[in-house]
């Protein structure tokens, strides 16, 4: 079992298995045709819930910010900036959504014993519900729960030598369960994908800032003598104000 020196509703007791789901976090990006590497730089704004990587790709840089929204359910909005430099190039950003990994590793007999980590899957317990060009819905087929993963956005553009452009993408989730879980998924996917579109990201990060500025409000903390012990303190509040649910009844995570 696991010991907590303070107790939640909620808590898992022995192991808390959370299945991976359909991948739609990134978009592809590719600089004339090819894919940025390793970031040179990564950037967490906390203040503003916005993580920021930062590429050179053949001498041009490339900036890419994203948000997880914490004022709407599910939902991942990416901007992609690139500046052109001395010559012309094509930024393309083309959302996707990867189908759930399948866990298949064997567990080691002799490994100490975590219970926190749940058992290992030797099949994925997702079926395919529907797959579409923009997303797809997955639905356990033992309980019924579904989860739809759906992008949208992004496009093509080309800019001369000196000029700068940003493409948007965004890409939401959405669960359900019962007979019709994996309809009523899609169907609330759609609409959390229609209004983000519609809200467009420059609207979406002022929407982050403002929750982030009154939550911060009342969780924020100082340590005039100690910065590395009170940054360290505000990230790990971050984390946990992101991870946790909102809904009045989802679990905590072991």
């Known amino acids: 079992p696991i010991a907590y020196h303070e107790s939640a509703h909620g808590f898992a007791t ?76 094509r930024l393309s950003v083309m959302p996707r959504v990867s189908a759930p990994p ?39 087929r033992h309980t019924g729960f579904a989860v739809a993963a759906l992008g949208s956005g992004g496009g093509e553009i080309a800019l001369a030598a000196g000029e700068g452009g940003a493409l948007d993408s965004f890409a939401v989730y959405a669960a359900s369960r019962g007979d019709e879980s994996a309809a009523a998924a899609l169907a609330a996917a759609e609409a959390g994908l229609a209004a983000a579109r519609a809200a467009g990201f420059d609207a979406l990060l002022a929407e982050q ?19 590395l012990a009170e940054q360290s303190l505000r990230h790990a509040l971050f984390q946990l104000v992101q991870a946790v649910g909102r809904d009045g009844s989802a679990s905590i995570g072991a």
């Open 209 to 227: 800032t403002n929750w982030f500025a009154a939550w911060w409000d009342e969780a924020f903390v100082s340590f005039p003598d100690a910065p």
């Open 102 to 140: 399948v866990d298949a590793h064997e567990v080691d007999p002799d490994a100490p014993h975590d219970p926190r980590v749940g058992p290992a899957f030797k099949a994925s317990p997702w079926d395919e519900a529907l797959v579409r060009a923009d997303g797809r819905v997955d639905r356990l």
């Open 14 to 89: 022995e192991s808390d298995t959370r299945l991976a789901v359909a991948d739609a976090t990134l978009p592809e990006i590719l600089i004339d045709g090819a894919a940025p590497g390793a970031p040179v730089r990564i950037d967490l704004d906390m203040r503003r819930g916005l993580l920021v990587q930062h590429f050179v790709v053949a001498g041009r840089a490339l900036r890419v910010e994203q948000l997880v929204a914490m004022d709407r359910s599910g939902l991942i909005a990416t901007r992609v900036a690139v500046d052109a430099g001395d010559a012309p190039v």
